[in-house]
């Protein structure tokens, strides 16, 4: 299943960290980066965190691919 998350598309992460210090902020910077990258990358796309990778899906009927992750026993946040 790594290998279908490999495919999502992501802005470049920094070794280690990810994406992490993009997100370091107020909470109205943190709505303005998951909208920028909404659009940017829409419909899905990742952020690639210090452990784990969080999958974004912008749009409910999308959510096709939340399917494909519960089945496959990924973790996902709704």
């Known amino acids: 299943m790594r290998f279908y998350i490999r495919n999502i ?8 960290l990810g ?3 993009d997100f ?3 909470s ?3 709505w303005n980066i998951f909208r920028k990258l909404g659009n940017h ?3 899905i796309y ?5 452990f784990d990778d969080m ?5 409910p ?3 096709e691919v939340n399917k494909l992750l519960i089945k496959n026993n990924i973790r996902c946040v709704l």
């Open 46 to 50: 990742k952020v690639i965190g210090t």
């Open 19 to 21: 994406n992490v210090l």
């Open 9 to 16: 598309p992501n802005p470049p992460p920094l070794p280690i």
């Open 55 to 59: 999958v974004n899906i912008r749009h």
């Open 28 to 30: 109205e910077h943190l």
């Open 24 to 26: 370091v902020g107020s």
């Open 61 to 63: 009927d999308d959510a």
């Open 41 to 43: 990358y829409y419909p």
